[in-house]
């Protein structure tokens, strides 16, 4: 059950935040820019799925093209998620009922 209030809530989270949250930190955790010093395919990535949340689609381009792939692709797998959660969910809370009317 904890696991579907994640998946549920989580979405909501990132709307509440603001778009901007990502977009000034001088810290990178990407592998590719700290060895080389240059953007890799995948820099911008958060920021710009950040501002696609929030509708701004000129932000989330300049940050990386990519994320108007990627984000709906992410949308995807939580729903897919959310789903197969779901269907455990029933499936083990009804093999539970019936192992306890088993005993009864």
């Known amino acids: 059950m ?3 209030a ?10 509440l935040l ?3 949250l990502f977009d ?3 810290y990178t955790l990407c592998i590719v820019q700290f060895m080389s010093g240059k953007d890799c395919v995948s820099c911008g990535l ?7 949340i929030h509708l701004d689609f000129k932000a989330a381009a300049y940050f990386n093209k ?3 792939i990627v984000l709906p692709i992410l949308c995807g ?3 897919a998620e959310l789903y197969q959660t779901i269907k455990a969910y029933r499936a083990l809370r009804k ?7 088993t005993i009864s």
Request: glycine content about 0%.
């Open 2 to 4: 904890t696991k579907i």
């Open 6 to 15: 994640i998946l549920v809530i989580f979405p909501f989270i990132l709307l």
């Open 18 to 20: 603001p778009k901007t």
């Open 24 to 26: 000034h930190s001088h």
């Open 46 to 52: 958060t920021r710009a799925c950040m501002h696609l």
């Open 66 to 68: 990519i994320s108007f």
């Open 77 to 79: 797998l939580l729903i």
């Open 95 to 101: 093999a539970s009922s019936q192992s306890s009317k």
